[in-house]
């Protein structure tokens, strides 16, 4: 049936879409390189967060004694909030940019004022209801199919730490008796190993993931035969105006030219198939024109017109039939034309002196 929607989105359709903030995306990817990013840059700012962490201990320890202590609790929090603030501050600016530049290299250039408009049906009591009821009902489909990749990411990745700590394990036996500096840097390379390993897993998974919203995104574009045809209509425009269009149009141009009929000088026929009315006139071309052509009953009313007005008409088959099929409407006369032309109006004239 025309109402299926088994065809594939048609450009326009997919450009539509964007426009109104439409756009194939996958959560599970963009937290999984935000998260990787945001890892890479702790083990990249280590000693600059070391050194604030010290800053803190010594800065609480220093202010143990009761005569340092201020009654003011601002005084007191404003340091570890200032540190707490420098720590901070560079994951969220980097998190925020790495956001935006994860966002276009996946979606690509996008800026869409459509999906920033506030949708308000939304806000109503039966829109929050409606949403409420899609997002907690287990037993809608969408749901389902989000809760058992949910279950089966927590698998995946909780079963990629739990191996790099078994493989480890015996390392981590090891410590026992083992100086405290020694431990400390042997649980860290394992926690880094195991966040590594978690997060190419995140991100293996975000890939599959991405592919899997790129189908589901596909599929809610696809659009129905019908659905082509009035697009289709809408950008060629219909063809039914169309014809109508180019019908007044034509009328127009016929009306125009057999206007243009009473300024000829002469109408060849065929005698009866072709009429070609020629004008010469060295004010407006420099050589003879053929202002009105047709064939059977536009070349009868084109013959009518001109006895009507008293334009002269001459039968030179060959010559008609010449003129109308080479020479466009207000066309100038080619130059293999010019000897037979000249003759009939040679004699058209000769015919006027002597009346």
């Known amino acids: 049936m025309s109402s299926e929607k088994t065809e594939e989105a048609t450009p326009r359709r997919r450009e539509k879409a964007r426009e109104e903030g439409q756009i194939s995306k996958s959560q599970d990817l963009n937290s999984a390189l935000i998260l990787s990013a945001d890892l890479w840059l702790i083990f990249l700012l280590a000693p600059f967060i070391t050194n604030h962490f010290i800053n803190i201990f010594m800065r609480t320890f220093e202010n143990l004694h009761p005569d340092k ?3 003011s609790v601002i005084s ?3 340091p570890y909030a200032e540190s707490v603030a420098y720590i901070l501050l560079p994951f969220l600016l980097f998190a925020t940019v790495a956001a935006v ?3 276009r290299l996946m979606a690509g250039p996008m800026f869409s004022i459509k999906a920033l408009k506030p949708k308000w049906d ?3 009591p039966s829109g929050i209801l409606k949403a409420m009821k899609s997002k907690f009902n287990p037993f809608e489909p969408k749901q389902m199919v989000e809760l058992a990749k949910s279950f089966l990411k927590l698998v995946i990745v909780g079963g990629v730490g739990y191996a790099v700590l078994m493989s480890r394990m015996n390392e981590l036996l090891g410590l026992l008796g083992v100086p405290l500096q020694k ?7 394992v926690m880094g190993q195991m966040i590594i ?4 897993a995140m991100i293996f998974l975000g890939f ?7 189908y589901e995104y596909n599929k809610s574009l696809k659009m129905s035969k019908q659905e082509i045809d009035d697009e289709r209509k809408n ?5 039914k105006i169309k014809q109508k269009i180019r019908s007044a149009q034509m009328q127009f141009m016929r009306q125009k030219m057999m206007q243009q009929v009473k300024s000829a000088d002469v109408v060849v026929t065929n005698p009866t198939h072709y009429a070609v009315a020629i004008r010469y006139d060295t004010s407006i071309a420099p050589a003879p024109q053929v202002v009105a052509k047709g064939v059977d009953f536009m070349a009868f009313k084109i013959r009518e017109i001109a006895e009507e007005n008293n334009i002269p008409i001459q039968e030179n088959k060959p010559l008609a039939r010449t003129l109308y099929k080479v020479v466009p409407l207000e066309g100038i006369i080619p130059p293999e034309l010019y000897v037979a032309v000249a003759e009939i109006l040679a004699f058209v004239y000769n015919q006027d002196r002597r009346n």
Not at 183 to 189: E, H, L, N, R
Not at 197 to 200: A, L, S, V
């Open 208 to 214: 599959l993931d991405k592919k899997f919203q790129d």
């Open 76 to 78: 007191i929090l404003t």
């Open 197 to 200: 390993d978690m997060c190419i």
């Open 122 to 124: 939304k806000l109503l």
């Open 101 to 103: 530049l994860i966002l």
């Open 69 to 71: 202590i201020d009654n």
């Open 183 to 189: 431990s400390f840097a042997t649980m860290v390379g």
């Open 235 to 239: 950008m060629d425009g219909d063809p």
